[in-house]
């Protein structure tokens, strides 16, 4: 997994921090879900499948949780990231493609993972 840039909060697009707002409110509903049971391995298989069915791609912009280095932008493999990313970043993950059209996230619930998605809107 190649990282060659770290881009700031202010090259997104606008929209992307609107729909992470959005999905972080505990009325929204997720698009998939998958039991916590279902062990590391079908997790993972999960949500590079997930990602995958929204069009996200494998350059992507990825937040990192750092005040001073908020996104990391990474060119990912075809197969086998979730583990990757997972391993370094925690079970919450936040996922934008880098050209800023389609937008992943999972959360790490009590008893489930749960998945959401948002493309960007037209003529944004």
């Given at each position: 997994m190649r990282c060659p840039d770290y881009p700031g909060a202010a090259d997104l697009p606008a929209w992307i921090p609107a729909k992470i707002d959005e999905f972080t409110r505990t009325d929204s509903v997720p698009a998939t879900a998958i039991s916590e049971e279902a062990g590391p391995e079908r997790v993972n298989a999960w949500l590079e499948a997930f990602a995958h069915g929204q069009g996200l791609g494998t350059h992507v912009l990825l937040r990192t949780g750092m005040a001073f280095f908020p996104w990391l932008e990474c060119q990912l493999p075809e197969s086998g990231w979730a583990t990757i990313v997972r391993g370094a970043l925690g079970d919450d993950l936040f996922v934008a493609s880098a050209d800023g059209n389609v937008l992943v996230v999972v959360f790490a619930e009590e008893y489930d993972y749960?998945?959401?998605?948002?493309?960007?809107?037209e003529g944004r």
């Amino acid at each position: 997994m190649r990282c060659p840039d770290y881009p700031g909060a202010a090259d997104l697009p606008a929209w992307i921090p609107a729909k992470i707002d959005e999905f972080t409110r505990t009325d929204s509903v997720p698009a998939t879900a998958i039991s916590e049971e279902a062990g590391p391995e079908r997790v993972n298989a999960w949500l590079e499948a997930f990602a995958h069915g929204q069009g996200l791609g494998t350059h992507v912009l990825l937040r990192t949780g750092m005040a001073f280095f908020p996104w990391l932008e990474c060119q990912l493999p075809e197969s086998g990231w979730a583990t990757i990313v997972r391993g370094a970043l925690g079970d919450d993950l936040f996922v934008a493609s880098a050209d800023g059209n389609v937008l992943v996230v999972v959360f790490a619930e009590e008893y489930d993972y749960q998945g959401f998605a948002a493309h960007a809107p037209e003529g944004r």
